[in-house]
């Protein structure tokens, strides 16, 4: 079975920043697109960023110039470095991928969620 599985999360002050990892585990063949949503409570799961394997990267205009994602093929592992955080950034943060199980079918895999919560 294939799993993602997010670490990182946490308390900060307005300012601060925090690293996500998010590493992909089990059986895989073949990985596309890694990504980072997130959703506050009583709103929507919205994309924050994404990177393709060529490591061509898309970001949600709310947090262009404050986070980057990137991402180790080798460890199957992609990091979202939040910087310069704001309330309104508190959100369960997940992870996705675009991936292929040695004996399956192209997927969307979740992972858990990581709580980030921005303190004024």
């Known amino acids: 079975q294939v799993h993602l599985v997010e670490s990182g999360g946490g308390l900060v002050q307005a300012g601060g920043s925090l690293r996500l990892s998010c590493a992909a585990s089990?059986?895989?063949?073949?990985?596309?697109?890694m990504g980072w949503y997130r959703q506050a409570p009583g709103n929507q799961r919205n994309l924050v960023a994404s990177?393709?394997?060529?490591?061509?990267?898309n970001y949600a205009d709310s947090v262009k110039g404050r986070f980057t994602i990137s991402r180790d093929n080798a460890k199957i592992t992609a990091y979202l470095q939040m910087n310069s955080l704001k309330p309104e950034d508190t959100a369960v943060y997940y992870c996705?991928?675009?991936?292929?199980?040695?004996?399956?079918?192209?997927?969307?895999?979740w992972g858990q969620g990581t709580q980030v919560t921005v303190s004024s």
């Open positions: 990177i393709t394997s060529g490591g061509s990267t």
């Open positions: 089990g059986s895989i063949s073949s990985i596309n697109f």
């Open positions: 996705t991928a675009n991936l292929r199980p040695r004996y399956g079918a192209w997927s969307d895999y």
